[in-house]
C-alpha cells in the first residue's frame, strides 16, 4: 500500500478513523460530513477528502486497516514502538495486572524480559487469574491505548526517513543533531515528530513530545 502522508489522514483521532470508515462502509457522499461541528471537523472533511483521492486499492487497504483496529486492543503500529514505551505503560500499573496486559502483546518475549530485568524474575513469572478475553482486552485497550498518537506515521519526508534506520541508528542522529532535528520534525508537523518519538527510548522521546 502506498505510505499514507497525507497531513489529514496522519492525524486523524481513532474516533475519528471509526467516523470516516462508518461513511465509507455506508457508500455516504460528501455532504454526510455537513453535520460535523466542533474545532476537528475541517480535519476530518480535508481526511474525507485525502481518502476519497486514493486509488482503489489503496483505499481498500488503508479501510482493512482501520477495520482491523477497531477488533484489536493495540493502536495500529505498536509494534514499531521502542519497547520500552511498552514497559513503561505496563509498570505504570499494578503488578497483578501484567500478566494480562502481556497477553498477545506485540514483542511480549521481549518486553517481558525487560521487565523482569528492571523489577525482578518474580514480577511476572505469577500467573493471572482467570480473566474473561473481553476484560483483558478492555485493559489493554485502556492502557496502551494512550500510546496511540506514537504509533501513527510520519507526515513528511524528514521524519518518514528517520522512522526507516534502525534503533541504533535513530538513537545516534537524534543525539547527534539534538534540538535542531527535533525543530525540524516539528516544522512537518505532529505526525513526524511523535513518529519519530516513539521509536526512540521512551525517556528521550518523552522529552521530544513532552509526554
Not at 74 to 81: A, I, S, V, W
Not at 111 to 116: A, K, N, P, Q, T
Not at 124 to 153: D, H, M, T, Y
Amino acid at each position: 500500500m502506498t505510505e499514507r502522508t497525507g497531513f489529514a489522514l496522519n492525524q486523524l483521532r481513532a474516533e475519528e478513523r471509526g467516523l470516516l470508515l462508518g461513511l465509507s462502509l455506508l457508500a455516504a457522499g460528501d455532504s454526510a460530513l455537513a453535520r460535523l461541528a466542533g474545532d476537528r471537523c475541517q480535519g476530518c472533511r480535508t481526511a474525507w477528502q485525502d481518502l476519497r483521492a486514493l486509488s482503489r486499492h489503496d483505499r481498500a487497504a488503508l479501510l482493512a486497516g482501520w477495520i482491523v483496529e477497531t477488533t484489536t486492543p493495540f493502536p495500529p503500529g505498536m509494534e514499531r514502538l521502542h519497547p520500552s514505551w511498552l514497559v513503561q505503560a505496563i509498570a505504570s500499573e499494578p503488578m497483578e495486572l501484567w500478566p494480562a496486559l502481556l497477553a498477545g502483546l506485540p514483542g511480549v518475549e521481549e518486553v517481558g524480559s525487560l521487565l523482569s530485568q528492571t523489577y525482578g524474575a518474580d514480577a511476572i513469572a505469577k500467573e493471572g487469574e482467570a480473566w474473561l478475553s473481553e476484560s483483558v482486552a478492555e485493559l489493554q485497550r485502556c492502557v496502551f491505548g494512550r500510546l496511540a498518537p506514537l504509533c501513527v506515521g510520519p507526515s513528511g519526508a524528514v521524519g518518514a526517513g528517520l522512522c526507516r534506520l534502525g534503533c541504533e541508528e535513530l538513537l545516534a542522529e537524534a543525539t547527534r543533531r539534538g534540538a535542531a532535528l527535533r525543530q525540524e520534525l516539528c516544522a512537518e508537523g505532529d505526525a513526524s515528530l511523535w513518529a519519530v518519538a516513539g521509536r526512540l527510548p521512551a525517556t528521550l522521546g518523552r522529552q521530544w513530545v513532552k509526554w
